[in-house]
């Protein structure tokens, strides 16, 4: 017999105190089952003769954490969350919200229509919306600033970040906080209330319009310079701000709404949701169907370089123990030298207090002894990407690690079978490719190879959650991109960029065209960035396909010691310590010298060619992983290149701007290109079906 469904919203009585008690996990989100129910039970408690107040509460970890994103794209059903905040603002009886968790969005405008609020002690608060390219639609544009006036308003709705409860007690937007018992402490204070106080007559904050307008005022300006003239959601959220004062509240939630429904309906706006949804489907891995992650309190790290001291700091601080191994005294000073650099860099800009970064580094244990490894639950390896290193290292680790422990190795291209073998324990063994900085970026792709248990993956997968970054599940292949989505993603873009150097554009040129598009930096300000000498070395060390054009200015600069910023010298020239450089004209001679030699005339490319060649090249590498295997989604692929390599967020990734193009006329495209380079713009099988069936990859994630 089939369950009945539970209902998420339920009305319980305290004496005259109505309870409205939302429970719809795991966050509460205002559905619209939950809005009907919020409703309904509304609408009963006003109308019971013996209600004095009513309390808007809920069961599990948070207050409502926002409203149901996935009802965005859906059909409107009523209530709107604006409906409910209103007949919550206009309810007869004092409303209070009681407040805790994560009350985000959706659930906060809820609290701000609320006559009262009570919060707990380490209850968060925001209006993230900013992120996902709209803004609060329930009212919170009108209401906000009417509680805690328009500066403060416009930096919560502006930024997107959380205030903690002592704060917002402080700010004004809510009245009180409890220690302990949430629901006990907002009945007592619900029963001293004697009459309702809806948000919308609270003017105190509207008094002084020429102030008013003046913060107004000074915010679009700095918009308008900062993000540009076509800065859609900020520039609405500033128009709203400034409604709440200019027209009354209902005047105000009309153009809210109305601002809010141009924001939904922006290209930005639909990349940012798809971003959004793409990092959670990223870490639904198969394995986690089998198995919980094992608990990893101590993570040790073998290699103290940049990579593996950005692995430690990362651990540390986000609470886990570390054990960070280096080779001989001065690896290891070294290694404390360059953590410690963090710290201080970290407590001189107000980012961590001195008592914090002190606590932190409590947990750091710095040694060149590798029997040490056998107390850590996950051992990572991160010494230089070479194969026979990487090898010896992991043999010895294998050796040496704890039962049950987890190995993982840090290579970025390196074939993970092989070196999983090298442990002797390749059920323990999977890949965690961080990206630099590892402290900073917040992507790491789980490599799994044929011979992983579900448990190694799942323990892994857990832990990047634990860091706070965004995990991508890298299935292994011994064929294109070496098992890794990010690295042959990054040989395609480099290689579409490279033939368009050696025939007439240049590294400015190439840059200027993909900063314009919307990444921070073009390829070859990463490449100065990272060092050629490390690209090099993977291309000497990777058989060369006679199929693909072979581009050999990288490999001359390297002869002639310009690695970059390391040198100073690399595409760019920097002087005095700075990291933006100027063009190099040497190199500029050698590539003409180069191409003269070579018996190539120089022709144009205009900005939209560069864009185009390298886009196209993005996506059929893409299409390549999917055919492969090695990427589940094309979602994750987008979450890799936005995470990764800085592809605009706004756009939604790779894959769906393919599909805003589609992919039978990217197909079209590639074939024009596919003479100067079959390997990168050669359609891939994934991107001829797809084109043949006239499908999008977005039909692919639903898969």
């Known amino acids: 017999m089939k369950q009945a469904q539970k209902h998420p919203v339920r009305l319980e009585r305290q004496g005259n105190i109505a309870l409205i008690v939302i429970e719809n996990p795991p966050v509460n989100a205002l559905g619209a089952a939950v809005r009907r129910g919020i409703a309904a039970a509304l609408n009963a408690a006003v109308a019971h003769e013996k209600t004095d107040a009513i309390i808007i509460a809920a069961n599990g970890r948070t207050f409502p954490a926002g409203a149901d994103i996935r009802e965005f794209d859906m059909e409107p059903q009523e209530p709107s969350l604006g409906q409910l905040c209103s007949l919550v603002e206009n309810a007869s009886k004092p409303v209070i919200a009681a407040i805790h968790g994560t009350t985000l969005g959706g659930g906060l405008e809820l609290a701000m229509a609320s006559h009262y609020r009570i919060a707990t002690q380490n209850t968060r608060m925001g209006l993230p919306e900013i992120h996902l390219g709209i803004l609060p639609g329930a009212g919170g544009t009108q209401r906000l600033p009417r509680l805690i006036g328009p500066e403060l308003a416009l930096d919560i709705m502006l930024s997107g970040n959380q ?9 004004g937007l809510v009245d009180q906080i409890c220690e302990e018992d949430l629901r006990g402490e907002a009945v007592t204070y619900a029963r001293a ?13 509207l008094v002084d319009g020429a102030t008013y307008m003046a913060s107004v ?21 500033v128009d709203c701000v400034e409604a709440a004062l200019l027209l009354p509240i209902d005047g105000g939630l009309d153009l809210e709404r109305a601002a809010f429904e141009d924001c939904l309906a922006s290209r930005e706006s639909a990349g940012l949701r798809h971003a959004f949804f793409a990092e959670r489907a990223a870490a639904k891995f198969p394995e986690a169907a089998e198995v919980k992650p094992a608990q990893v309190d101590r993570v040790a790290i073998v290699g103290g370089g940049l990579m593996g001291s950005g692995i430690a700091i990362a651990a540390l601080q986000s609470g886990f123990a570390v054990t960070l191994v280096e080779q001989g005294e001065s690896g290891v000073n070294e290694a404390l030298e360059r953590i410690g650099e963090f710290y201080e860099r970290s407590i001189a800009k107000g980012r961590l207090s001195e008592a914090q970064g002190a606590a932190a580094l409590t947990h750091l244990q710095l040694t060149n002894k590798l029997d040490t490894l ?28 704890k039962a049950g422990a987890v190995i993982a190795t840090n290579t970025s291209y390196l074939d993970l079978d092989a070196l999983a073998g090298s442990t002797g324990r390749p059920s323990d063994t999977i890949g965690l490719h961080f990206f630099a900085p590892a402290q900073v970026n917040k ?34 292949s011994g064929g294109f991109g070496a098992g890794y989505i990010g690295n042959a993603i990054l040989t395609a873009y480099r290689q579409a960029a490279d033939i368009m150097l050696e025939d007439g554009a240049t590294p400015p040129q190439i840059d200027g065209a993909m900063r314009a598009f919307g990444f921070q930096l073009g390829p070859y300000q990463v490449a100065d960035m990272s060092g050629l000498d490390i690209a090099y070395a993977r291309r000497q060390s990777t058989p060369r396909d006679g199929n693909s054009r072979y581009v050999e200015i990288a490999d001359n600069m390297v002869a002639q010691g310009w690695l970059g910023q390391k040198t100073n010298r690399g595409y760019y020239i920097y002087t005095d310590g700075h990291r933006h450089g100027v063009p190099n004209g040497d190199v500029l001679k050698m590539i003409a010298e180069y191409r003269a030699q070579k018996g190539i005339t120089p022709r144009k490319f205009s900005d939209r060619d560069i864009r185009d060649r390298i886009l196209l090249a993005i996506v059929n590498a893409g299409a390549r992983l999917l055919g492969e295997g090695v990427a589940a989604r094309p979602s994750d692929i987008d979450t890799v290149m936005i995470h990764g390599f800085g592809y605009p967020r706004g756009r ?5 701007d393919a599909d805003a193009t589609t992919p039978s006329i990217i197909a079209s495209r590639m074939s024009v290109l596919a003479h100067e380079d079959a390997n990168i713009w050669g359609a891939a099988p994934v991107l001829t079906m797809l084109a043949q069936e006239r499908q999008r990859f977005a039909d692919l994630n639903k898969a």
Not at 193 to 205: D, E, G, H, K, V
């Open 163 to 171: 205030i903690s409860a002592p704060i917002a007690l402080e700010i």
């Open 193 to 205: 209330l004697n009459a309702a106080r809806p948000t919308s007559l609270n003017r105190s904050n």
């Open 217 to 237: 005022n000074a915010r679009r300006e700095k918009i308008k310079l900062e993000l540009g003239a076509n800065a859609l959601a900020p520039l609405k959220i």
């Open 374 to 401: 056998n107390e850590a639950d996950l051992i990572i390896e991160a010494v230089a990407e070479d194969f026979d290193l990487k090898a010896s290292m992991l043999a010895e680790i294998g050796a040496v690690a």
């Open 443 to 476: 992507l790491v792709e789980v490599g799994v190879h044929d011979a992983a248990s579900a448990q190694s993956v799942v323990t892994g997968l857990g832990f990047v959650k634990a860091l706070g970054k965004v995990a991508v599940r890298a299935r292994v």
């Open 652 to 656: 939604g990734g790779p894959m769906m």
